[in-house]
């Protein structure tokens, strides 16, 4: 199995696109990329915007290849509805519209739907549903809360194995803050973990209960699986402080033999912060 990942925050964009290469086929979760409409009450700077457009057209040249693509809720940095077109003659794979969703994402659900007509070669519900191709299966968890609570709908998790090593993503569950959360990963145990991180950059909605506990879960994750990677990104590395808050992850991770990292170190590179970044990039 061959993971690479497309696009997030720490390289420079609101994103947790990943492509999954396996002997059977080519995956592709949560092929989007967005930047914050505002942050600091600051709009995207150049640097931003055109960091969107290069991981863009290396996430087209990935869809061109795959064969599966993956959506696990519907927001907009998880699915875009004005590119309907990189779904046409995949197989889609989605999170239901209807079941275990808010008013907003129901919305936009419909919305995606309506744009995507007849362009994929299939698609379907993927709650808490098994799917194999060849030798390579695709689990989805139960919808889980996006977050702390419900307000901003639910997310299905995904467990990819070939037989041989399990990656697992997270989607948006910033921490994993709950049980609900952590069961699918424990259950799965994860070879290579994505995962979005504790929501650091706005703790008076976080809270210090869900901090600690995602803490406590994600040392639980490293010492009660065989976990070898563990990818820390998206909410989490909105902070440009992240990793001092996350300290006793990364003990945790060198003490039992797991690389803590993010979707830019697993590619070799510097993380990119450039929407925390993004009072600097003005001053600049």
Not at 85 to 107: C, T
Not at 211 to 240: A, F, P, V, W, Y
């Amino acid at each position: 199995m061959e993971i690479i990942p497309l696009a997030s925050e720490t390289l420079g964009v609101r994103s947790m696109a990943i492509a999954v290469k396996t002997k059977d086929c080519i995956i592709i979760v949560d092929p989007s990329i967005a930047l914050a409409p505002k942050r600091y009450g600051l709009e995207p700077h150049e640097i931003e915007l055109n960091r969107q457009k290069e991981l863009w057209n290396n996430l087209r040249r990935w869809v061109k290849k795959a064969d599966i693509m993956t959506i696990s809720h519907y927001h907009f940095d998880h699915h875009d509805p004005e590119q309907p077109g990189i779904f046409e003659n995949k197989k889609l794979l989605v999170k239901h519209p209807k079941k275990n969703i808010n008013k907003s994402q129901m919305s936009r659900s419909s919305k995606f739907k309506n744009a995507l007509g007849d362009l994929p070669e299939s698609m379907e519900f993927a709650d808490h549903r098994t799917f194999e191709f060849g030798n390579t299966t695709l689990t989805f968890s139960k919808p889980v809360p996006h977050g702390t609570n419900t307000k901003l709908g639910y997310v299905i998790q995904l467990a990819i194995y070939d037989g041989q090593t399990t990656f697992l993503h997270t989607s948006d569950v910033e921490g994993p803050s709950l049980d609900s959360q952590l069961e699918f990963i424990l259950e799965h145990e994860p070879d290579i973990l994505a995962c979005d991180g504790p929501m650091t950059y706005m703790m008076y909605r976080y809270g210090l209960k869900a901090m600690e506990k995602s803490l406590e879960n994600l040392q639980k994750i490293i010492t009660d699986t065989g976990i070898k990677t563990m990818m820390l990104d998206h909410h989490l590395t909105r902070d440009i402080k992240w990793r001092e808050k996350i300290e006793p992850v990364f003990a945790a991770g060198e003490e039992h033999g797991c690389n803590v990292t993010t979707f830019a170190g697993y590619l070799g590179k510097e993380d990119d912060l450039l929407e925390a970044r993004r009072k600097e990039l003005w001053g600049k």
